[in-house]
Protein backbone atom coordinates (compact mmCIF):
# COMPACT_ATOMS: atom_id res chain seq x y z
CA UNK A 1 0.00 0.00 0.00
CA UNK A 2 1.29 3.60 -0.79
CA UNK A 3 2.66 5.98 2.57
CA UNK A 4 -0.42 8.73 1.36
CA UNK A 5 -4.18 8.05 0.26
CA UNK A 6 -5.99 10.96 -0.90
CA UNK A 7 -8.44 10.90 2.73
CA UNK A 8 -7.69 8.83 5.79
CA UNK A 9 -10.97 8.92 8.33
CA UNK A 10 -9.90 8.71 11.67
CA UNK A 11 -11.19 7.14 14.96
CA UNK A 12 -14.61 6.49 14.04
CA UNK A 13 -16.55 3.12 13.95
CA UNK A 14 -16.88 1.71 10.15
CA UNK A 15 -19.84 -0.25 8.86
CA UNK A 16 -18.24 -3.24 7.44
CA UNK A 17 -19.46 -6.87 6.43
CA UNK A 18 -22.91 -6.26 8.65
CA UNK A 19 -21.62 -4.60 11.66
CA UNK A 20 -19.70 -1.56 13.28
CA UNK A 21 -15.67 -2.08 12.95
CA UNK A 22 -13.01 -0.13 14.98
CA UNK A 23 -11.06 1.07 12.02
CA UNK A 24 -10.47 4.07 9.83
CA UNK A 25 -11.27 3.91 6.45
CA UNK A 26 -8.82 5.21 3.49
CA UNK A 27 -10.12 6.78 0.27
CA UNK A 28 -7.71 7.49 -2.86
CA UNK A 29 -9.87 8.96 -5.77
CA UNK A 30 -13.22 8.08 -5.69
CA UNK A 31 -12.84 4.86 -4.64
CA UNK A 32 -12.40 3.21 -1.18
CA UNK A 33 -9.15 1.43 -0.36
CA UNK A 34 -10.01 -0.44 2.80
CA UNK A 35 -10.41 -0.23 6.20
CA UNK A 36 -7.01 -0.25 8.23
CA UNK A 37 -6.22 -0.46 12.20
CA UNK A 38 -5.56 2.76 14.14
CA UNK A 39 -2.26 2.28 14.49
CA UNK A 40 -1.41 1.64 10.63
CA UNK A 41 1.29 4.62 9.35
CA UNK A 42 -0.49 5.68 5.93
CA UNK A 43 -1.57 9.14 5.69
CA UNK A 44 -4.30 11.01 4.24
CA UNK A 45 -3.60 13.92 2.13
CA UNK A 46 -6.90 15.23 4.19
CA UNK A 47 -7.67 13.73 7.66
CA UNK A 48 -11.09 13.64 9.21
CA UNK A 49 -12.01 12.95 12.58
CA UNK A 50 -14.76 10.58 13.10
CA UNK A 51 -14.30 10.05 16.90
CA UNK A 52 -17.68 9.05 18.56
CA UNK A 53 -19.59 8.53 15.11
CA UNK A 54 -19.87 5.89 13.07
CA UNK A 55 -19.25 5.91 8.86
CA UNK A 56 -21.78 4.24 6.99
CA UNK A 57 -22.20 3.05 3.48
CA UNK A 58 -24.13 6.21 1.39
CA UNK A 59 -27.95 5.84 1.56
CA UNK A 60 -29.53 5.49 -1.88
CA UNK A 61 -32.78 6.09 -2.42
CA UNK A 62 -34.49 5.25 -5.87
CA UNK A 63 -37.76 7.34 -5.80
CA UNK A 64 -37.42 11.41 -5.50
CA UNK A 65 -39.62 12.91 -7.01
CA UNK A 66 -37.60 16.21 -8.76
CA UNK A 67 -40.34 17.67 -10.17
CA UNK A 68 -38.13 18.43 -13.04
CA UNK A 69 -39.08 19.50 -15.61
CA UNK A 70 -42.23 21.30 -15.49
CA UNK A 71 -43.01 21.74 -11.87
CA UNK A 72 -39.72 23.40 -10.51
CA UNK A 73 -41.42 26.24 -8.42
CA UNK A 74 -41.32 22.80 -5.93
CA UNK A 75 -38.51 21.05 -6.44
CA UNK A 76 -35.59 21.39 -9.02
CA UNK A 77 -32.41 18.71 -9.05
CA UNK A 78 -29.87 20.96 -7.59
CA UNK A 79 -32.62 21.47 -4.32
CA UNK A 80 -33.43 17.88 -4.52
CA UNK A 81 -29.73 17.00 -4.37
CA UNK A 82 -28.75 19.10 -1.65
CA UNK A 83 -31.55 18.03 0.93
CA UNK A 84 -30.01 14.46 -0.29
CA UNK A 85 -26.89 16.08 0.37
CA UNK A 86 -27.74 16.85 3.73
CA UNK A 87 -29.67 14.01 4.66
CA UNK A 88 -26.99 11.35 3.50
CA UNK A 89 -28.11 10.27 0.44
CA UNK A 90 -25.11 9.85 -2.48
CA UNK A 91 -27.70 8.19 -4.94
CA UNK A 92 -31.36 8.79 -6.25
CA UNK A 93 -33.89 8.17 -9.10
CA UNK A 94 -36.08 10.27 -10.09
CA UNK A 95 -39.54 9.57 -11.54
CA UNK A 96 -41.21 10.45 -14.66
CA UNK A 97 -44.75 12.46 -13.21
CA UNK A 98 -43.49 15.43 -14.72
CA UNK A 99 -44.22 17.78 -17.16
CA UNK A 100 -43.34 16.69 -20.04
CA UNK A 101 -44.28 12.99 -18.39
CA UNK A 102 -41.19 10.99 -19.32
CA UNK A 103 -43.04 8.86 -21.80
CA UNK A 104 -40.50 8.92 -24.63
CA UNK A 105 -36.65 8.78 -25.10
CA UNK A 106 -36.82 12.23 -26.30
CA UNK A 107 -38.41 13.36 -22.77
CA UNK A 108 -35.98 11.37 -21.18
CA UNK A 109 -32.86 12.75 -22.86
CA UNK A 110 -33.87 16.25 -22.14
CA UNK A 111 -34.40 15.86 -18.97
CA UNK A 112 -31.15 13.63 -18.53
CA UNK A 113 -29.29 16.89 -19.71
CA UNK A 114 -30.55 19.31 -17.33
CA UNK A 115 -30.13 16.90 -14.49
CA UNK A 116 -26.17 16.53 -15.85
CA UNK A 117 -25.82 19.87 -15.13
CA UNK A 118 -27.91 20.63 -11.91
CA UNK A 119 -27.51 17.80 -9.77
CA UNK A 120 -24.96 17.33 -7.19
CA UNK A 121 -25.41 13.44 -6.17
CA UNK A 122 -25.60 10.51 -8.58
CA UNK A 123 -29.33 10.12 -10.17
CA UNK A 124 -30.45 7.97 -12.09
CA UNK A 125 -34.46 8.49 -14.35
CA UNK A 126 -37.37 5.83 -14.10
CA UNK A 127 -39.29 6.04 -17.06
CA UNK A 128 -42.59 5.15 -18.04
CA UNK A 129 -43.71 2.29 -19.94
CA UNK A 130 -46.87 3.68 -20.94
CA UNK A 131 -45.76 3.71 -24.85
CA UNK A 132 -45.07 0.01 -25.65
CA UNK A 133 -43.31 0.75 -28.55
CA UNK A 134 -40.38 2.75 -26.37
CA UNK A 135 -39.29 -0.08 -23.93
CA UNK A 136 -36.78 -1.20 -25.94
CA UNK A 137 -35.45 1.96 -27.17
CA UNK A 138 -35.73 3.27 -22.98
CA UNK A 139 -33.36 0.11 -22.55
CA UNK A 140 -31.01 0.82 -25.23
CA UNK A 141 -30.81 4.38 -24.37
CA UNK A 142 -29.43 3.80 -20.66
CA UNK A 143 -33.04 4.24 -18.84
CA UNK A 144 -32.24 3.07 -15.05
CA UNK A 145 -35.57 1.76 -15.02
CA UNK A 146 -39.22 1.72 -15.20
CA UNK A 147 -42.25 3.38 -13.09
CA UNK A 148 -46.21 2.12 -13.46
CA UNK A 149 -48.68 4.47 -11.62
CA UNK A 150 -51.57 2.11 -11.44
CA UNK A 151 -53.43 5.47 -9.43
CA UNK A 152 -55.23 8.32 -10.73
CA UNK A 153 -56.62 10.47 -9.17
CA UNK A 154 -54.84 13.78 -10.30
CA UNK A 155 -51.91 15.14 -10.35
CA UNK A 156 -49.13 13.70 -9.09
CA UNK A 157 -50.88 10.98 -9.84
CA UNK A 158 -51.32 12.16 -13.72
CA UNK A 159 -54.07 10.10 -16.06
CA UNK A 160 -51.95 10.38 -18.66
CA UNK A 161 -49.12 7.70 -16.91
CA UNK A 162 -52.01 5.79 -14.98
CA UNK A 163 -51.80 1.64 -16.50
CA UNK A 164 -54.40 0.26 -14.33
CA UNK A 165 -55.70 -2.51 -16.96
CA UNK A 166 -54.59 -5.87 -16.56
CA UNK A 167 -53.49 -6.62 -20.42
CA UNK A 168 -51.87 -3.44 -20.26
CA UNK A 169 -49.43 -4.87 -17.71
CA UNK A 170 -49.01 -7.65 -18.96
CA UNK A 171 -47.89 -5.95 -22.15
CA UNK A 172 -45.62 -3.52 -20.32
CA UNK A 173 -44.51 -6.40 -17.67
CA UNK A 174 -43.61 -8.52 -21.03
CA UNK A 175 -41.69 -6.47 -22.89
CA UNK A 176 -39.44 -4.76 -19.27
CA UNK A 177 -38.90 -8.38 -19.05
CA UNK A 178 -36.99 -8.64 -21.93
CA UNK A 179 -35.09 -5.70 -21.10
CA UNK A 180 -33.74 -6.98 -17.51
CA UNK A 181 -35.11 -3.39 -16.29
CA UNK A 182 -36.28 -2.67 -13.08
CA UNK A 183 -39.83 -2.11 -12.86
CA UNK A 184 -41.04 -0.13 -9.98
CA UNK A 185 -44.89 -0.13 -9.23
CA UNK A 186 -47.52 1.84 -7.30
CA UNK A 187 -50.24 -1.07 -7.17
CA UNK A 188 -53.63 0.38 -6.55
CA UNK A 189 -57.22 -0.53 -6.56
CA UNK A 190 -58.34 2.90 -8.43
CA UNK A 191 -61.97 1.93 -9.13
CA UNK A 192 -62.64 0.42 -5.87
CA UNK A 193 -61.06 3.49 -4.16
CA UNK A 194 -63.29 5.36 -6.19
CA UNK A 195 -66.27 3.48 -5.40
CA UNK A 196 -65.85 3.50 -1.66
CA UNK A 197 -65.36 7.04 -1.52
CA UNK A 198 -68.60 7.77 -3.59
CA UNK A 199 -70.27 5.29 -0.72
CA UNK A 200 -68.66 6.83 2.31
CA UNK A 201 -69.77 10.82 1.62
CA UNK A 202 -72.70 9.97 0.26
CA UNK A 203 -73.62 7.95 3.59
CA UNK A 204 -72.36 11.56 5.33
CA UNK A 205 -68.24 11.38 5.59
CA UNK A 206 -67.54 15.02 4.90
CA UNK A 207 -65.72 15.34 1.48
CA UNK A 208 -62.14 16.82 3.20
CA UNK A 209 -58.56 15.22 3.57
CA UNK A 210 -59.17 13.17 6.52
CA UNK A 211 -61.70 10.83 4.91
CA UNK A 212 -59.59 11.07 2.19
CA UNK A 213 -56.81 9.55 3.57
CA UNK A 214 -58.63 7.22 5.25
CA UNK A 215 -60.07 5.88 2.01
CA UNK A 216 -56.92 6.15 0.34
CA UNK A 217 -55.13 3.76 2.74
CA UNK A 218 -57.43 0.80 3.49
CA UNK A 219 -55.73 -2.21 3.25
CA UNK A 220 -57.96 -3.33 0.20
CA UNK A 221 -57.68 -0.64 -1.50
CA UNK A 222 -53.84 -2.13 -2.03
CA UNK A 223 -53.76 -5.35 -1.61
CA UNK A 224 -56.34 -6.26 -3.86
CA UNK A 225 -53.85 -4.77 -6.83
CA UNK A 226 -50.96 -6.15 -5.51
CA UNK A 227 -52.88 -10.01 -5.41
CA UNK A 228 -53.75 -9.48 -9.43
CA UNK A 229 -49.92 -7.59 -10.10
CA UNK A 230 -48.12 -10.89 -8.81
CA UNK A 231 -49.82 -12.95 -10.62
CA UNK A 232 -48.88 -10.86 -13.73
CA UNK A 233 -45.27 -10.46 -12.43
CA UNK A 234 -45.00 -14.57 -12.42
CA UNK A 235 -46.12 -14.85 -15.17
CA UNK A 236 -43.81 -12.53 -17.41
CA UNK A 237 -40.73 -12.70 -14.98
CA UNK A 238 -40.63 -8.79 -14.70
CA UNK A 239 -38.09 -7.81 -12.21
CA UNK A 240 -41.04 -5.55 -10.00
CA UNK A 241 -40.48 -3.49 -6.89
CA UNK A 242 -43.68 -2.95 -5.52
CA UNK A 243 -43.93 0.93 -3.97
CA UNK A 244 -45.93 1.77 -0.68
CA UNK A 245 -46.37 -1.46 0.87
CA UNK A 246 -48.00 -0.50 4.27
CA UNK A 247 -50.91 -2.98 3.01
CA UNK A 248 -51.07 -5.91 5.64
CA UNK A 249 -52.93 -8.20 3.59
CA UNK A 250 -50.24 -7.04 0.11
CA UNK A 251 -47.57 -7.98 2.70
CA UNK A 252 -48.78 -11.09 3.50
CA UNK A 253 -48.93 -11.66 -0.39
CA UNK A 254 -45.62 -10.88 -1.18
CA UNK A 255 -44.39 -12.55 1.88
CA UNK A 256 -46.30 -15.93 0.67
CA UNK A 257 -45.21 -14.98 -2.32
CA UNK A 258 -41.06 -15.10 -1.83
CA UNK A 259 -41.49 -18.44 0.36
CA UNK A 260 -42.82 -19.50 -2.76
CA UNK A 261 -39.74 -19.25 -4.92
CA UNK A 262 -40.79 -15.59 -6.56
CA UNK A 263 -37.70 -14.77 -8.52
CA UNK A 264 -37.49 -11.43 -9.40
CA UNK A 265 -39.95 -9.87 -6.85
CA UNK A 266 -39.26 -6.95 -4.41
CA UNK A 267 -40.76 -4.22 -2.20
CA UNK A 268 -40.51 -1.28 -0.76
CA UNK A 269 -42.35 1.16 2.19
CA UNK A 270 -42.19 5.05 2.78
CA UNK A 271 -41.97 6.61 6.03
CA UNK A 272 -44.74 8.73 5.59
CA UNK A 273 -46.67 5.93 5.76
CA UNK A 274 -45.56 4.39 9.12
CA UNK A 275 -44.18 7.32 10.48
CA UNK A 276 -46.90 10.00 10.59
CA UNK A 277 -49.61 10.20 13.27
CA UNK A 278 -53.42 11.21 13.73
CA UNK A 279 -51.83 13.53 15.75
CA UNK A 280 -49.67 14.74 12.93
CA UNK A 281 -52.82 14.90 10.63
CA UNK A 282 -54.79 17.30 13.23
CA UNK A 283 -51.87 19.22 14.02
CA UNK A 284 -50.24 19.70 10.82
CA UNK A 285 -53.30 19.31 8.66
CA UNK A 286 -52.08 18.47 4.62
CA UNK A 287 -48.75 18.26 5.28
CA UNK A 288 -48.93 14.73 7.23
CA UNK A 289 -51.37 13.45 4.85
CA UNK A 290 -52.24 10.35 3.94
CA UNK A 291 -50.87 9.60 7.79
CA UNK A 292 -52.37 8.41 10.88
CA UNK A 293 -54.76 5.34 9.42
CA UNK A 294 -51.94 3.28 9.69
CA UNK A 295 -49.82 4.39 12.79
CA UNK A 296 -53.26 3.72 14.93
CA UNK A 297 -53.59 0.20 14.02
CA UNK A 298 -51.39 -1.82 15.87
CA UNK A 299 -51.73 -5.05 13.40
CA UNK A 300 -50.58 -3.01 10.48
CA UNK A 301 -47.46 -1.14 12.46
CA UNK A 302 -46.74 -4.80 13.79
CA UNK A 303 -46.78 -6.45 10.12
CA UNK A 304 -44.53 -2.91 8.50
CA UNK A 305 -42.06 -3.57 11.14
CA UNK A 306 -42.21 -7.47 11.19
CA UNK A 307 -41.35 -7.49 7.07
CA UNK A 308 -38.74 -4.53 7.54
CA UNK A 309 -36.59 -6.67 10.09
CA UNK A 310 -37.35 -10.47 8.14
CA UNK A 311 -36.46 -9.33 4.92
CA UNK A 312 -40.16 -9.44 3.64
CA UNK A 313 -39.70 -5.76 2.80
CA UNK A 314 -36.40 -5.16 0.97
CA UNK A 315 -36.18 -1.33 0.97
CA UNK A 316 -37.65 1.56 2.42
CA UNK A 317 -37.87 4.52 0.40
CA UNK A 318 -38.04 8.05 0.83
CA UNK A 319 -41.51 8.88 -1.97
CA UNK A 320 -39.38 12.63 -1.61
CA UNK A 321 -42.14 14.56 -2.97
CA UNK A 322 -42.30 18.25 -2.33
CA UNK A 323 -45.30 20.21 -2.64
CA UNK A 324 -45.70 24.00 -1.85
CA UNK A 325 -48.22 24.58 1.06
CA UNK A 326 -50.08 26.71 -1.88
CA UNK A 327 -50.94 23.14 -3.56
CA UNK A 328 -51.43 21.40 -0.56
CA UNK A 329 -54.36 24.34 0.26
CA UNK A 330 -55.65 23.05 -2.95
CA UNK A 331 -55.37 19.48 -1.47
CA UNK A 332 -57.27 20.73 1.36
CA UNK A 333 -60.18 21.91 -1.15
CA UNK A 334 -60.47 18.93 -2.86
CA UNK A 335 -58.72 16.05 -2.14
CA UNK A 336 -59.65 13.59 -4.67
CA UNK A 337 -58.11 15.61 -7.39
CA UNK A 338 -55.59 17.88 -5.46
CA UNK A 339 -51.70 16.90 -4.85
CA UNK A 340 -50.28 14.99 -1.94
CA UNK A 341 -47.47 14.02 -0.35
CA UNK A 342 -44.22 14.93 1.55
CA UNK A 343 -40.38 16.21 1.34
CA UNK A 344 -38.51 13.25 2.91
CA UNK A 345 -34.46 13.67 2.06
CA UNK A 346 -33.29 16.24 4.60
CA UNK A 347 -34.61 13.70 7.91
CA UNK A 348 -34.90 10.50 6.62
CA UNK A 349 -31.92 9.68 7.53
CA UNK A 350 -32.29 10.97 11.19
CA UNK A 351 -36.55 9.43 11.49
CA UNK A 352 -34.58 5.89 10.84
CA UNK A 353 -31.87 6.17 13.09
CA UNK A 354 -34.59 7.21 15.96
CA UNK A 355 -36.24 3.94 15.36
CA UNK A 356 -32.46 2.37 15.47
CA UNK A 357 -32.46 3.66 18.83
CA UNK A 358 -35.93 2.62 19.80
CA UNK A 359 -34.77 -0.85 19.05
CA UNK A 360 -37.62 -0.95 15.70
CA UNK A 361 -34.94 -1.77 13.62
CA UNK A 362 -31.42 -2.73 13.79
CA UNK A 363 -28.32 -0.56 12.82
CA UNK A 364 -27.41 -3.45 10.22
CA UNK A 365 -31.40 -3.54 8.96
CA UNK A 366 -31.28 0.26 8.57
CA UNK A 367 -28.18 -0.54 6.24
CA UNK A 368 -29.58 -3.01 4.01
CA UNK A 369 -32.99 -1.51 3.38
CA UNK A 370 -31.63 2.05 2.81
CA UNK A 371 -28.10 1.33 1.08
CA UNK A 372 -27.56 -2.25 0.41
CA UNK A 373 -30.92 -3.30 -1.13
CA UNK A 374 -31.31 0.02 -3.39
CA UNK A 375 -27.82 -0.44 -4.39
CA UNK A 376 -28.99 -4.49 -5.77
CA UNK A 377 -32.16 -3.27 -7.26
CA UNK A 378 -30.05 -1.03 -9.37
CA UNK A 379 -27.60 -3.35 -9.92
CA UNK A 380 -24.62 -1.59 -8.73
CA UNK A 381 -23.94 -3.81 -5.84
CA UNK A 382 -20.88 -3.52 -4.27
CA UNK A 383 -19.80 -0.85 -6.03
CA UNK A 384 -22.29 0.88 -4.04
CA UNK A 385 -24.53 0.42 -1.19
CA UNK A 386 -21.43 -0.84 0.81
CA UNK A 387 -17.89 0.53 1.42
CA UNK A 388 -15.66 -2.90 0.37
CA UNK A 389 -12.56 -2.49 -1.31
CA UNK A 390 -13.14 -0.65 -4.77
CA UNK A 391 -16.82 0.55 -3.78
CA UNK A 392 -17.34 3.87 -4.93
CA UNK A 393 -16.38 6.12 -1.71
CA UNK A 394 -19.92 7.21 -0.81
CA UNK A 395 -20.67 7.03 2.79
CA UNK A 396 -22.31 9.54 5.60
CA UNK A 397 -20.37 10.22 8.66
CA UNK A 398 -23.27 10.13 11.61
CA UNK A 399 -23.15 10.69 15.33
CA UNK A 400 -25.68 8.58 16.60
CA UNK A 401 -26.21 9.80 20.13
CA UNK A 402 -27.20 13.64 18.78
CA UNK A 403 -30.43 14.71 19.83
CA UNK A 404 -31.73 17.53 17.71
CA UNK A 405 -35.36 19.43 16.93
CA UNK A 406 -36.02 18.71 13.01
CA UNK A 407 -37.86 22.03 12.08
CA UNK A 408 -38.76 24.27 8.24
CA UNK A 409 -36.04 26.50 8.44
CA UNK A 410 -32.94 24.11 8.30
CA UNK A 411 -34.23 22.22 5.32
CA UNK A 412 -32.96 21.97 1.57
CA UNK A 413 -35.67 20.94 -0.47
CA UNK A 414 -36.72 24.34 -2.22
CA UNK A 415 -40.73 24.10 -0.14
CA UNK A 416 -38.98 24.84 2.91
CA UNK A 417 -40.92 22.36 5.11
CA UNK A 418 -40.57 18.82 6.95
CA UNK A 419 -43.63 17.32 7.81
CA UNK A 420 -41.13 15.81 10.72
CA UNK A 421 -41.38 19.26 11.71
CA UNK A 422 -40.85 19.80 15.80
CA UNK A 423 -39.90 16.00 16.34
CA UNK A 424 -36.89 15.15 18.39
CA UNK A 425 -34.73 13.03 16.28
CA UNK A 426 -31.77 11.15 17.64
CA UNK A 427 -28.76 10.72 15.37
CA UNK A 428 -28.00 13.16 12.79
CA UNK A 429 -26.00 12.57 9.12
CA UNK A 430 -22.66 15.48 9.99
CA UNK A 431 -20.60 14.62 6.70
CA UNK A 432 -21.61 12.90 3.13
CA UNK A 433 -18.79 12.20 0.84
CA UNK A 434 -19.76 11.24 -2.59
CA UNK A 435 -16.67 9.39 -5.04
CA UNK A 436 -14.41 10.71 -2.72
CA UNK A 437 -15.47 14.66 -2.58
CA UNK A 438 -17.36 15.95 0.99
CA UNK A 439 -20.68 17.42 -0.68
CA UNK A 440 -22.00 18.04 3.55
CA UNK A 441 -20.26 18.76 6.69
CA UNK A 442 -22.00 19.67 9.96
CA UNK A 443 -24.85 20.49 7.93
CA UNK A 444 -24.03 22.94 5.21
CA UNK A 445 -23.95 21.24 1.93
CA UNK A 446 -21.04 21.95 -0.32
CA UNK A 447 -21.34 19.94 -3.48
CA UNK A 448 -21.32 21.56 -6.67
CA UNK A 449 -24.30 21.31 -8.85
CA UNK A 450 -23.09 19.42 -12.20
CA UNK A 451 -21.13 16.68 -9.95
CA UNK A 452 -23.37 13.69 -10.26
CA UNK A 453 -23.00 11.50 -12.01
CA UNK A 454 -25.70 9.53 -14.30
CA UNK A 455 -26.34 5.61 -13.37
CA UNK A 456 -27.18 3.95 -16.45
CA UNK A 457 -29.31 0.88 -16.20
CA UNK A 458 -27.86 -2.25 -15.45
CA UNK A 459 -30.13 -5.36 -17.04
CA UNK A 460 -30.02 -8.04 -14.73
CA UNK A 461 -31.85 -11.83 -15.69
CA UNK A 462 -33.73 -13.08 -12.21
ZN1 LIG B 1 -43.76 8.65 -5.32
Request: glycine share 10%; proline share 6%; net charge neutral.
Given at each position: M ?10 G ?10 AD ?49 K ?37 K??A??T??VD?G???S??K ?7 AE ?10 V ?19 AA ?11 L ?14 V ?11 T ?26 V ?8 S????R????AK ?10 V ?19 A ?12 E?IWT ?5 T ?8 A??T ?12 T ?13 V????V????L ?12 PA???G?Y ?7 P ?11 D?E ?8 Y ?15 KP ?5 R ?6 D??VTG ?5 R ?5 P?RV
Amino acid sequence: MADQVDVRICNGRVFIGGGLVEADLLVTGEKVVGPVTRDHPVRGRTEIDAAGKVVLPGMIDPHAHTRVPGYEYKEDFTTCSQAAAAGGITTIVDMPNVEPPTTTVKEYEEKKVIAARTCLVDWGHFVSPTKLDQIPAFAESGATGFKIFQVKGGYPHDPRLAMDEPERIYAAFSAIARTGLPCLMHPFNQGLMDYISDVTVASGKPRDFVTFSSIYTMDVVWRSAVAQVLELQRETGVRLHLLHTHSQGSLRLIRRAKADGAQGLTCAVDLKYFQLTDRDLREQGPRAAPGGFITSDPARMEAIWTSINDGTIDTIDSDHAPHTLEDLERFKQDPWTGPFGSPQYDNMLSVLLTDVHRGKLSLATLVRVFSENPARLLGLYPRKGALLPGSDADLVVADLDKEWKASDETVYTKVKWTPYRGWTLKGKPVLTMLRGSVIMQDGKVTGKPGYGRYIEGVPQRV
